[in-house]
């Protein structure tokens, strides 16, 4: 029996991401390939690439040259591009770069194995459709064991919103929900494999409609059905809009069992002119109504956010804004990034601020969420959380998982293994992390 061949995936950006990741190395596993934790040793080499972060082509082109040496010294060794920036660049990847031997975009990864046939065959592959075919059904059964006791799960796709200096809608298309029936057959089939926390996945995933028996659902009726599924433990979702979070959505964090407390919620702004400018359809004022709400009806959920500093036309009265409503709000967590263009949106063509200016005012805001992070990560100590154990730690005989609320905890005892699920109380609040000892 020949070597298995290797497979080496860099993965960029979001969770999605991470889930697409997974996916891809299932398709390309029916083939014959299986993993491998360096480029250096495989046999093809794929980049799963995000837009959203700055200058996000220019890194892929870099990253692309790296391997050139590889190529030289392996003819044989296949090169591809996956995610946004393949949907967005398509042809010009193999024009730039012309060692890539695959490029294809986030709706056709279901399509690798036929696309590795033709590159066997010594042509190029190319595909950056919006098929009509559901992906999720042309893949494979993901494989036993899962290696990890959490899992994601995409639900949602695509985005209609437009905010002007986003290219989601670009690269990922218009809003999809998946038939409930797939979703439950996928989550049954994970907790089958050993997953206790299930996280859904959408660009919008609180915008969720995905056709049902009885009709269209909500994310919230989806959530309550997970709920009932022997075996899961846990449930998360992630990104939200503000527009979309509906009654029976928030109600469900004050009620499903399952639900965890904790909730991303990007904002951007603070300001209503700016939020105007984004396209965001939603104030500064019905986003703190909105966080009153949720808290209201779960009051320990620790609330996360995004932000977008010096966005065009951003005064300091704008900035000053978003500091004052991230003031009132007080998030456990927040990711936060200067404004930088995306080619084909409408921010990209209106006046930029001050690149010296916009780094200022990310730092001022960063110290001030770090501020916040380390204030609720302190109240911690004391409480007792329920802790999911994932993986060892960098001691001996430690553990390290995350709790309800999303916060790492590392804890040292004899006769903790990965998948356990258990009461720890926090004992220590550091940068990043928690540290506890478990409840007898």
């Known amino acids: 029996m020949s070597d298995p061949k290797k497979l080496f995936i860099r993965t960029y950006g979001c969770q999605m991401n991470v889930y697409d990741s997974e996916r891809m190395a299932e398709a390309l596993g029916a083939d014959g390939y299986v993993e491998t934790d360096s480029p250096d040793d495989a046999d093809m080499i794929l980049l799963n690439t995000c837009h959203i972060r700055e200058k996000a082509a220019e890194k892929v082109y870099s990253e692309l040259g790296r391997y050139k040496g590889l190529k030289a010294d392996n003819p044989d060794l296949k090169i591809g591009v996956a995610g946004c920036v393949a949907q967005a660049e398509g042809e010009e990847i193999m024009r730039r770069q012309p060692m890539v031997d695959l490029v294809v975009g986030p709706q056709t990864y279901h399509r690798l194995p036929e696309m590795m046939k033709t590159v066997a065959e ?14 999720f059904e042309h893949l494979p059964k993901r494989p036993l064991p899962n290696r990890n006791p959490t899992a994601f799960l995409t639900v949602q796709e695509g985005c209609d919103k437009f905010c002007a200096f986003c290219v989601v809608p670009y690269t990922r298309g218009a809003e999809v929900s998946r038939p409930v029936d797939r979703i439950l057959r996928e989550a049954r089939d994970l907790v089958e494999r050993g997953v206790k926390e299930i996280t859904l996945l959408g660009q919008n995933v609180n915008a969720y409609h995905g056709a049902g028996a009885d009709g269209d659902w909500t994310l919230a009726r989806l959530i309550w059905a997970l709920n009932d599924v022997d075996g899961l433990e846990r449930i998360r979702f992630t990104t939200s809009h503000p527009n979309d979070m509906d009654d029976a959505l928030i109600a469900a964090h004050g009620e499903c069992e399952k639900l965890m407390p904790y909730l991303h919620l990007p904002v951007q702004s603070g300001s209503d002119k700016i939020l105007k400018r984004m396209n965001r359809s939603h104030t500064a004022e019905s986003y703190l109504k909105l966080i009153d ?7 320990d959920i620790l609330i996360s956010g995004d932000f977008i500093v010096g966005f065009p036309e951003e005064t300091d009265q704008d900035f000053e804004y978003t500091m004052s409503l991230i003031r009132a709000v007080q998030y456990g967590q927040a990711f936060s990034f200067k404004y930088s263009t995306r080619p084909g949106t409408p921010a990209a063509e209106r006046a930029q601020v001050d690149d010296a200016l916009a780094s200022e005012r990310l730092y001022r805001l960063q110290a001030l969420i770090t501020e916040q992070q380390r204030a609720v990560q302190n109240a911690m100590v004391g409480q007792e959380v329920g802790v999911l154990f994932e993986k060892p730690g960098r001691l001996d005989g430690q553990m390290v998982g995350k709790s309800d609320h999303l916060h790492a905890v590392h ?5 903790i293994a990965k998948g356990d699920l258990r009461r720890v109380r926090i004992t220590d609040s550091g940068p990043n992390s928690l540290g506890g000892v478990l409840i007898p």
Request: proline share 8%.
């Open 122 to 135: 010594g042509q190029k592959a190319l595909d950056t459709d919006f098929p009509e075919e559901d992906k």
């Open 293 to 299: 709400r949720i808290r209201e009806a779960r009051p």
């Open 411 to 415: 804890v040292t005892a004899e006769g």
